[in-house]
Antibody, heavy 120, light 108 residues
Framework: EVQLEESGGGLVQPGGSLELSCAAS????????MNWVRQTPAKGLEWVAI???????YHADSVKGRFIISRDISENTVHLQMTSLRVEDTAIYYC??????????????WGQGTRVSVSS | EIVMTQSPATLSASPGERVTLSCRAS??????LAWYQQKPGQAPRLLIY???TRATGVPARFTGSGSGTDFTLTISGLQSEDSAVYYC??????????FGPGTRVDIK
């Protein structure tokens, strides 16, 4: 079965750091375009970052310079390293695969999400 | 910056009815638009891509249409399990992907 499973969420103080992980099964992260998408009641769904199959990475302006997406080939896992966290980074963070081959840009596979709370 | 708007914010309809959800983009997308369904406590689920192509396993009562800046998702023969929030998403301007604010569909 093809699936994504996030982990690493939790409560952190403003200015702190946290690393999220997305374990993939039934697919290879090096053959995929993997993303992080977050969701808040106030802002809805917000794309955060992408790592292409060739390893190129891009981040949303709202997190650029603070978050880094990466992947571990041996673990078939995608990570999101988050630093200088702000209250407004509080959200459910989803790992999502972008199906480039079939859809050219839609997210066809999502994890169940992991909750990040930034509060003092 | 691409801005996506959706209307209405909420709609309520009876089982069996046909409902139409709208999505508008601030710039032309050609047909690079997707629709998602999200139920409480669940991740979004891809329904439609390329504005009108149903994803695998999506019932035929879900129909997408439109191009350029104006898009529509129609649910024909509304069922109780269609109660959810529906989001549109543009993917014309890689690598920036933008979602609309969503339309909540309630079943009377």
């Amino acid at each position: 079965e093809v699936q994504l499973e996030e982990s690493g969420g939790g409560l952190v103080q403003p200015g702190g750091s946290l690393e999220l992980s997305c374990a993939a099964s039934g697919l290879t992260v090096t053959n995929s375009y993997m993303n992080w998408v977050r969701q808040t009641p106030a802002k809805g769904l917000e794309w955060v970052a992408i790592i292409y199959a060739d390893g190129k990475t891009y981040h949303a302006d709202s997190v650029k310079g603070r978050f880094i997406i990466s992947r571990d080939i041996s673990e078939n896992t995608v990570h999101l390293q988050m630093t200088s966290l702000r209250v407004e980074d509080t959200a459910i963070y989803y790992c999502a695969r972008l199906d480039w081959a079939t859809t050219s840009g839609a997210f066809d596979l999502w994890g169940q999400g992991t909750r990040v709370s930034v509060s003092s | 910056e691409i801005v996506m708007t959706q209307s209405p914010a909420t709609l309520s309809a009876s089982p069996g009815e046909r409902v139409t959800l709208s999505c508008r983009a601030s710039q032309g997308l050609i047909n690079n638009l997707a629709w998602y369904q999200q139920k409480p406590g669940q991740a979004p689920r891809l329904l439609i891509y390329f504005a009108s192509t149903r994803a695998t396993g999506v019932p035929a009562r879900f129909t997408g249409s439109g191009s350029g800046t104006d898009f529509t998702l129609t649910i024909s023969g509304l069922q109780s399990e269609d109660s959810a929030v529906y989001y549109c998403q543009q993917y014309n301007f890689w690598p920036v992907f933008t979602f609309g604010p969503g339309t909540r569909v309630d079943i009377k």
